[in-house]
């Protein structure tokens, strides 16, 4: 009897894990666009509208799920003789993405760039130190990538534990012949 070749898996099914929820909430090109624009201090719909070039539906749209997710809070102003309008500022959840993005801005400097300088880098203020983003362990010393491996907490292993029995072949062909009369 021959065994079926090992098929290597994500630890967590994607419909648990939460960086799959997070692609799942903010994924969409227009949504990482304005919270980029917002993380730089964008808050009206249109100065959103301006930089990004996003059609007004899409844009309205987009902005409407940001604040239902949490991500960003719509309040109304008034300027002097004008009708009300919204300005959408990020909530913590929201602003809590700027290390994220960094993060990829780091990335995207490091791949993308295509030999050429980054346009911008980021420096402490106050000083002329350079700043990355890094991998830290709790006492603060840096943890190169190679060291980085996933443990799974005693939810994670029950998730997988029920994915496996979700695709083990007697759950399945019990699925498959259900109903059947």
């Known amino acids: 009897m021959t065994q079926a070749p090992f098929v290597r898996r994500s630890p967590i099914p994607p419909d648990r894990c939460n960086l799959a929820k997070t692609f799942e909430l903010i994924g969409e090109r ?16 249109e100065d959103f509208y301006r930089e990004l070039g996003a059609p007004r539906s899409v844009l309205s749209n987009r902005l409407a799920a940001l604040v239902e997710a949490g991500l960003m809070q719509r309040r109304e102003y008034r300027e002097p003789g004008q009708r009300a ?8 959840m929201g602003e809590s993405l700027r290390l994220p993005f960094t993060a990829m801005m780091e990335w995207g400097n490091r791949w993308l760039g295509r030999g050429k300088p980054p346009l911008v880098k980021l420096r402490r203020r106050g000083t002329k130190r350079t700043v990355r983003v890094e991998l830290v362990d709790d006492d603060h010393h840096p943890v190169p990538i190679e060291e980085l491996f996933i443990e799974l907490t005693a939810a994670g292993k029950q998730a997988q534990r029920a994915e496996k029995r979700a695709s083990s072949p007697r759950t399945a062909k019990r699925r498959d012949y259900s109903g059947v009369t």
Do not use: C, M
Not at 30 to 45: E, Y
């Open 30 to 45: 227009w949504s990482l666009l304005i919270l980029r624009a917002a993380l730089s201090g964008v808050r009206r719909f």
């Open 85 to 92: 309008r919204d300005d959408y500022s990020l909530t913590e």
